[in-house]
């Protein structure tokens, strides 16, 4: 069963950064493509940014949120720049077999989430 597990948020000023590290096992990274979604109370799940396997192609909705990936160490990592305080939330990583998508219901494996609360 693979399973993913999210790391590195916390309360951080606007403005600032964070990178946030999805690890992944019992098989590979380098059999799925990772999407990056977030969740704000009262709204529903949203794909920030996402990478595939192989190509290591990138997507992502908004320029601040850019990931990477390390198979070796099966670890993708979303860096979020420029930080504001609507973004605010949940932020999850998710794994599918396929090409990126930013519609939840494609993924099959899903991290418990990490809080990232911007605020000053």
């Known amino acids: 069963q693979l399973q993913l597990v999210e790391s590195g948020g916390g309360l951080v000023q606007p403005g600032g950064s964070l990178r946030l590290s999805c690890a992944v ?18 709204k529903e799940r949203e794909g920030v940014s ?3 396997n192989g ?13 990477s990936r390390d198979d070796a160490s099966d670890t993708v990592y979303l860096q979020m720049n ?6 605010t939330a949940v932020y999850y990583c998710a794994a599918l077999v396929g090409i990126c998508s ?8 899903w991290g418990q989430g990490t809080q990232v609360t911007v605020s000053s």
């Open 82 to 87: 420029s930080l504001k305080p609507e973004d």
């Open 102 to 109: 930013f519609d939840p219901f494609r993924y099959d494996f």
């Open 55 to 67: 190509s290591g192609k990138t997507t992502f909705v908004d320029g601040r949120f850019t990931s």
């Open 25 to 42: 096992s019992g098989f590979s990274s380098a059999f799925y493509t990772i999407g990056w979604f977030r969740q704000a109370p009262g």
């Open 50 to 52: 996402c990478i595939e």
